[in-house]
């Protein structure tokens, strides 16, 4: 019976990949523009990554302030705080609400200064009178830069994430929900501001070498990791972890691999790939549709864990687009989570963000508990195409038994 599941999977289709062969005969650059009346606003510029358009968002900042200061949340992806570094900004980290999923606002409120160039807030599972909340204190304290990252087309009232507050940016890479293999998009509330970065906007050509090596990589998961090939692929992956095979693990788990470079990497400077043009236009046009069948699962999740097993993110809300599923574990580690369920034939993501104050210079742990327990204790669930409800019902059974 085909019984083991795992969460690497990639929204990118086979039909995408004949988008990406039209692509190269027809030229065209309509992406953006879609992407403009998406998300209702026209001050909207696709960027190579999500990181590097956080990079130029940077820029503008410090250009325009003349501050360097970026206050952010430690758990976050290490390309968020390198981004800002690599544009010349400066890192000062605040506890996270576990709460909220938000920086710590009292915290925040605290440390907010007149050498402080902006704030970072990461979409994570907040709901939105915490996110109105948040905005609506600082807005006008601080210059507010939006994580969009993992939370495409997710809105909040009539807007969408990312676009609530001064700048904001996304990431529609391998295993986003608004997949384009690479590049990002960000979001300039000022329409002059925005108006300026566009004239002075200059990127080169996003290389051929690199979308070549990213549709090998889509090929290889689509292969290893259906739902027919990962149940003998599943005992390889064990092997994997057992023994701790760094090059492939750095595949499965790059956050845990990505290392600070001495110079500006060169994709930073590179414009968004347009062979990818039609795939984008082809998985904007069904991202509610997906949003929803990932919210349908969620909500099952929600329904059959129970409460003593962990903390339950809010499965209805519009302002969560569903990546995956967020618990918070109550009784276990999530690296124990992932044992459990490994032997169990599903392989879940036992790391999500990290905790990147680790290692900083004045540390003290007891000013990051918050940050601490999130690393420790938040579990992501898998809600993609290759997970069915039958799927679903197995692993919260798990949970519940053995939790």
């Known amino acids: 019976m085909l019984?083991?599941?795992?969460?690497?999977?990639?929204?990118?289709?086979?039909?995408?990949?004949?988008?990406?062969?039209?692509?190269?005969?027809?030229?065209?650059?309509?992406?953006?523009?879609?992407?403009?009346?998406?998300?209702?606003?026209?001050?909207?510029?696709?960027?190579?990554?999500?990181?590097?358009?956080?990079?130029d968002i940077i820029q503008i900042i410090i250009s325009s302030s003349n501050k360097k200061t970026f206050l952010i949340a430690p758990y976050t992806i290490p390309a968020v705080i390198h981004a800002i570094k690599y544009a010349g900004g400066e890192v000062v980290y605040i506890d996270i609400?576990?709460?909220?999923?938000?920086?710590?606002?009292?915290?925040?409120?605290?440390?907010?200064?007149?050498?402080?160039?902006?704030?970072?807030?990461?979409?994570?599972?907040?709901?939105?009178?915490?996110?109105?909340?948040?905005?609506?204190?600082?807005?006008?304290k601080v210059t507010i830069i939006e994580d969009a990252a993992i939370n495409f087309g997710a809105k909040l009232d009539d807007k969408y994430l990312g676009t609530l507050a001064d700048y904001g940016f996304f990431s529609f890479n391998i295993v986003k929900n608004l997949n384009t293999l690479n590049g990002g998009a960000i979001y300039i509330k000022d329409s002059h501001i925005f108006?300026?970065?566009?004239?002075?906007?200059?990127?080169?050509?996003?290389?051929?070498?690199?979308?070549?090596?990213?549709?090998?990589?889509?090929?290889?998961?689509?292969?290893?990791?259906?739902?027919?090939?990962?149940?003998?692929?599943?005992?390889?992956?064990?092997?994997?972890?057992?023994?701790?095979?760094?090059?492939?693990?750095?595949?499965?788990?790059?956050?845990?691999?990505?290392?600070?470079?001495?110079?500006?990497?060169?994709?930073?400077?590179?414009?968004?790939?347009?062979?990818?043009?039609?795939?984008?236009?082809?998985?904007?046009?069904?991202?509610?549709?997906?949003?929803?069948i990932r919210k349908k699962k969620a909500s099952l999740y929600q329904l059959l864990i129970n409460e003593s097993k962990a903390i339950k993110t809010n499965f209805n809300s519009t302002e969560n687009a569903f990546l995956e599923y967020v618990l918070i574990l109550k009784n276990i580690n999530n690296k124990k989570a992932h044992e459990i369920l490994m032997r169990e034939g599903f392989d879940i993501r036992h790391t999500w963000y990290i905790n990147n104050s680790n290692g900083e210079s004045n540390f003290q742990k007891k000013e990051f508990e918050d940050t601490y327990f999130l690393e420790s204790n938040i579990f992501c669930l898998p809600l993609h195409k290759n997970i069915s409800e039958n799927d679903i019902k197995k692993i919260s059974n798990i949970i519940n038994k053995s939790f």
């Open 3 to 55: 019984s083991k599941r795992t969460r690497l999977y990639t929204n990118f289709n086979f039909r995408n990949f004949f988008q990406v062969i039209k692509s190269i005969f027809f030229k065209k650059k309509d992406f953006n523009n879609k992407l403009q009346s998406f998300l209702d606003t026209k001050n909207i510029a696709l960027t190579s990554l999500g990181r590097s358009g956080l990079y």
């Open 195 to 292: 108006e300026k970065y566009m004239a002075h906007r200059n990127k080169k050509k996003f290389p051929i070498f690199h979308t070549v090596n990213l549709l090998i990589t889509t090929f290889i998961i689509k292969i290893l990791f259906n739902n027919i090939s990962y149940q003998f692929f599943h005992y390889f992956l064990i092997f994997v972890y057992k023994k701790k095979i760094k090059f492939i693990l750095k595949k499965i788990y790059p956050i845990l691999f990505h290392e600070y470079e001495s110079k500006v990497p060169d994709i930073y400077n590179y414009d968004f790939n347009w062979l990818m043009n039609d795939v984008g236009i082809y998985n904007l046009e069904k991202i509610n549709i997906d949003i929803e």
């Open 97 to 140: 609400d576990k709460k909220t999923g938000l920086i710590n606002a009292q915290k925040l409120e605290e440390k907010i200064n007149n050498n402080t160039a902006g704030v970072i807030i990461t979409h994570l599972y907040s709901n939105s009178d915490c996110i109105k909340e948040f905005i609506k204190k600082f807005q006008s």
